[in-house]
């Protein structure tokens, strides 16, 4: 039990806590001092409540930072340990040969598109290959792969995910979400709760605040403008991948550890040749206007989750 000393804390509201001294006590009858401590330690623990509540308030302030903060976890197919462990499974007899069963690693992410548009994949890592596989998580099969092999990716680099300072996205993405909102509060009529978050602050435009890794394998060559702005082009050189929706909701470090992106890119940082170029900075999404690529995103889209009588 956290304690707060009446020298170091806030005074704290002691009307429940009463000290009374009586002339007459002997070995065999309970003190008066027995009550009054635990009317002490009352005390206390309210005051270590109000400092806990205290920040609460304070961290509330910050919600705008957290992705994914109004989603249903439950809704996710991928929600469910037993699914993600078997597709993994699946994916390994399926997909990898015995010349490279050597498995290092795998993990259930996001897959970045050019277009900054969200995908769920499964990411098995071997010693000489990574996987991206899009899997069915209702019919349990998998749709489509990319195999690259680690030989080929000549530079790896994490950090956080931003925009162009050209671009309409942030601002696309935080009216959208000062309208949801709106919406929130106004269905569970908490109008109160909607003011006291300064409702203004949830319309300024809106950062990703996640992080990630891209690898590539371009040689440093500029994307062909054929590609650039071919929404359909698959042949992309690089892999960009940020931690899944659901490593924000896990408990424990050994679930969350399944949905983090971290975990791929310590680990497939021992894998890559030496003359690969590891670095730290900014990766860059260039997305311009972003209008697409915000209603795929926050429809979770890219998902295989419960939608009503639909599920896709």
């Known amino acids: 039990m956290d304690e707060t000393y009446l020298d170091e804390g806030p005074a704290g509201n002691f009307e429940t806590a009463t000290l009374e001294i009586t002339k007459e006590h002997d070995g065999n009858e309970p003190s008066n001092w027995s009550s009054t401590a635990a009317g002490a330690t009352a005390a206390r623990a309210s005051v270590g409540n109000q400092g806990r509540a205290s920040g609460q308030r304070s961290t509330s302030k910050n919600l705008v930072n957290v992705p994914f903060k109004h989603i249903d ?23 990898i040969n015995e010349e490279e069963r050597d498995v290092v690693g795998n993990w259930l992410l996001t897959e970045v598109s050019l277009w900054d548009v969200e995908k769920e994949r499964l990411v098995v890592l071997t ?15 998998i749709l489509e792969y990319n195999r690259v092999p680690i030989s080929q990716v000549d530079t790896l680099v994490s950090g956080e995910l931003v925009y162009p300072s050209s671009s309409l996205a942030p601002r696309l993405s935080g009216l959208a979400e000062g309208m949801s909102s709106i919406i929130h509060y106004g269905v569970r009529e908490e109008w109160s709760s909607f003011t006291s978050c300064a409702s203004l602050a949830q ?3 809106r950062k990703r605040f996640m992080s990630g890794i891209r690898m590539m394998w371009n040689k440093g060559d500029p994307l062909p403008l054929t590609k650039k702005w071919n929404p359909f082009a698959k042949d992309i050189p690089w892999l960009t991948y940020t931690s899944h929706p659901l490593f ?8 969350k550890a399944k949905f983090d992106v971290e975990g791929l890119h310590s680990t497939i940082i021992s894998l890559l040749p030496s003359e690969c170029n590891i670095r730290t900075g900014s990766i860059i999404i260039e997305n311009y206007f972003g209008l697409g690529a915000l209603l795929h995103n926050r429809n979770g889209l890219g998902f295989f989750k419960i939608r009503g009588k639909v599920s896709f």
């Open 73 to 95: 976890i439950h809704s996710f197919f991928s929600d469910r340990s037993e699914v993600v462990e078997r597709a993994l499974k699946d994916c390994q007899e399926s997909l």
């Open 248 to 255: 924000w909701y896990k408990g424990s470090e050994a679930e």
């Open 203 to 205: 319309f300024e435009p």
């Open 127 to 141: 010693r000489t290959a990574i996987y991206s596989i899009k899997y069915d998580f209702i019919s349990l099969k």
